[in-house]
C-alpha cells in the first residue's frame, strides 16, 4: 500500500467517526456553484466560507469553462437549483505557463511527467507518446482577466443556461488569500 493511500484511509477513518453529515439534502442550501480551479493551494470552503451542504464547487485545470464545466453549471441549476453561479480564476495559476502547442509537442514525446526550468518545459523520458493530445483545447491562459472573461460570457450565452441567473468573475489571490473581482466579467454576467 503507498503512503499516500494509506494516509488517506487512515484520514477517512477519523473523520467517519464524528461524521454527523449524513442527512444534508442533495441539493446546496446556499445555492450557488462555484467553476474553479483544481489548484492545492485553493480551498474554496476556506475562501468563501463554505460547509458542506452549502454550494457546488466544479474544479477543472484553470477552472475554465469547459464543455464538462457548463454540463456540471446546467445540471446544478436545473435538477439542484443553484441560482447564482462564480467563475473564479486565481494568481500563478500554471495554465499561464504553457500553451496548447506546448503540451501538444510534450504529449507527442512522451506521457511521463515533465519538468520546467528557466529556459522552459522539458521531457524527462523517451516515449511512448500519443499524437491524440492535438485533438483537445487545453484552454491555457494568456491573461487572468481576460480568461474569466471569456468564460463568464461563454456560460452566459451558452444556449442551455438561463439567462437570470447571475454569473460572478473573479480572480483569487494565492498570496493573500483575498477574491479580486473582474468587473468587466460580472457585469457581462448580469
Known amino acids: 500500500m503507498s503512503t499516500v493511500l494509506n494516509e488517506v484511509l487512515i484520514a477517512n477513518r477519523g473523520y467517519v467517526a464524528g ?3 449524513g442527512d444534508l439534502p442533495m441539493p446546496p442550501g446556499r445555492h450557488f456553484a462555484i467553476l474553479t480551479c483544481m489548484d492545492a493551494r485553493l480551498d474554496p470552503a476556506k475562501y468563501a ?4 451542504g452549502d454550494a457546488h464547487v466544479i474544479r477543472n485545470a484553470g477552472g475554465r469553462a469547459s464543455d464538462d464545466a457548463i454540463r456540471s453549471l446546467v445540471i446544478s441549476y436545473k435538477l439542484l437549483g443553484t441560482r447564482e453561479w462564480f467563475v473564479i480564476h486565481h494568481t500563478d495559476c500554471g495554465m499561464e505557463t504553457f500553451t496548447d502547442e506546448i503540451m501538444r509537442d510534450l504529449l507527442s514525446s512522451s506521457l511521463k511527467t515533465a519538468s520546467v526550468d528557466a529556459s522552459g518545459w522539458h521531457d ?3 516515449g511512448p507518446g500519443s499524437a491524440e493530445a492535438k485533438y483537445i483545447d ?5 491573461d487572468q482577466a481576460q480568461s474569466v472573461l471569456e468564460d463568464v460570457v461563454r456560460i452566459k ?3 442551455l443556461v438561463p439567462s437570470d441567473i447571475p454569473v460572478y468573475g473573479y480572480i483569487y489571490d494565492v498570496k493573500s488569500g ?3 473581482e473582474v ?3 460580472t457585469a457581462a454576467g448580469k
Request: proline content about 8%.
Open 19 to 21: 461524521f454527523d453529515k
Open 49 to 52: 466560507g463554505l460547509s458542506e
Open 124 to 126: 524527462c523520458c523517451e
Open 138 to 142: 487545453w484552454l491555457t491562459i494568456k
Open 157 to 159: 450565452s451558452h444556449p
Open 178 to 180: 483575498e477574491l479580486i
Open 183 to 185: 468587473p468587466e466579467a
